[in-house]
């Protein structure tokens, strides 16, 4: 019989292994662990919902990716695609609240002569324009 410690620092089979192939062994356990965890918890929120729709399981999605985890895996738990979670957020940068507000107005226009028009006074003579109509 096979002490505990020979179970340790000896594989299944008997042969002998070294201590940084029971750190990686454990490393990858933890791992694993902390992504079942995680694809557990993502699970029970979508439980929580009966019959998840698909705009649920986004916003649980959104929820977790939120919090620093990867995108990758909380869509695969979702049973997300992944065209359907990136088209979302190409949708949301164009036409969404993460709009990005782009380089700042100049407040001058310069005119194909190289002449320097301030946007104050462009804006003068439309009013005058449309006053006159």
Aim: with cysteine; proline share 5%.
């Amino acid at each position: 019989m096979i002490s505990q410690l020979q179970r340790c620092t000896h594989g299944l089979d008997g042969t002998k292994t070294n201590k940084k192939q029971i750190t990686g062994n454990l490393n990858e356990l933890f791992r694993e662990l902390a992504d079942a965890k995680l694809e557990i918890a993502v699970l029970k929120d979508l439980l929580k919902k009966n019959e998840p729709a698909l705009a649920e399981k986004l916003e649980v999605a959104e929820s977790y990716i939120k919090k620093g985890h990867p995108v990758q895996k909380i869509i695969k738990y979702t049973s997300i695609a992944n065209s359907t979670w990136y088209q979302r957020d190409k949708h949301i940068k164009e036409y969404g609240r993460h709009k990005n507000p782009g380089r700042p107005i100049p407040g001058f226009t310069i005119n194909p002569d190289g002449s320097v028009i301030p946007d104050e006074l462009i804006i003068s003579a439309l009013v005058n324009y449309r006053n006159r109509k």
